[in-house]
């Protein structure tokens, strides 16, 4: 019965793009069943939908991240399906250690992150991501939804080093070369 319920999620995630005139990639198989998916740009309410389809897709679950309040009846049916992670946003819980453990805790686990953190114009990304990456150590694979070409694309899969400067400005070049300017004023170019 699982096997059929895959089978037509994937097809219909194939249908979902078709429809919409989009491709998708599959994920890299170095990455494993544990890692952090980034995903830009962040900036549109239909961005769930093709998450969706990418995890059917792809015939993994992916666990998009979502403030506990989100779930509400019937809200809990929907999330709970899709894979999503609840996350205490108070000032008395860290969300990096909530991850962190979520990740020693499961044999499969792929949450969502987009850096931009809203889908309004933003300055700077949100670095969480880099700082549950580091002390769940795993990689970050990188999602970029391109609408020029009309398809959800993986970047690569990159293990993090010791520097998040580097790091940040590795993965913004990784985009760049898409056409896609990640805003990070605060992140200095260090000199080679």
Request: proline share 5%; with cysteine.
């Amino acid at each position: 019965m699982k096997s059929f319920i895959s089978f037509v999620k994937y097809w219909a995630s194939v249908l979902f793009f078709k429809l919409k005139g989009w491709s998708c990639d599959l994920l890299p198989k170095e990455a494993g069943n544990k890692f952090i998916l980034i995903g830009f740009p962040h900036n549109t309410n239909m961005d769930a939908p093709f998450g969706i389809a990418f995890s059917f897709y792809n015939k993994t679950i992916t666990n998009p991240m979502l403030k506990k309040e989100w779930f509400f009846w019937p809200m809990t049916i929907i999330f709970n399906a899709i894979g999503a992670v609840r996350i205490d946003r108070s000032s008395s819980n860290n969300v990096v250690e909530q991850i962190v453990t979520e990740f020693s805790n499961r044999d499969h686990f792929i949450p969502v992150i987009f850096p931009e953190g809203t889908r309004s114009n933003v300055r700077r990304i949100k670095t969480g991501f880099w700082s549950i990456a580091r002390e769940a150590n795993v990689p970050v694979v990188m999602l970029y939804k391109c609408e020029e070409k009309k398809r959800l694309m993986i970047l690569g899969c990159m293990n993090l080093s010791d520097s998040m400067n580097d790091d940040l400005l590795a993965i913004q070049s990784t985009y760049l070369k898409e056409g896609y300017e990640i805003p990070m004023e605060s992140v200095t170019k260090t000199l080679e």
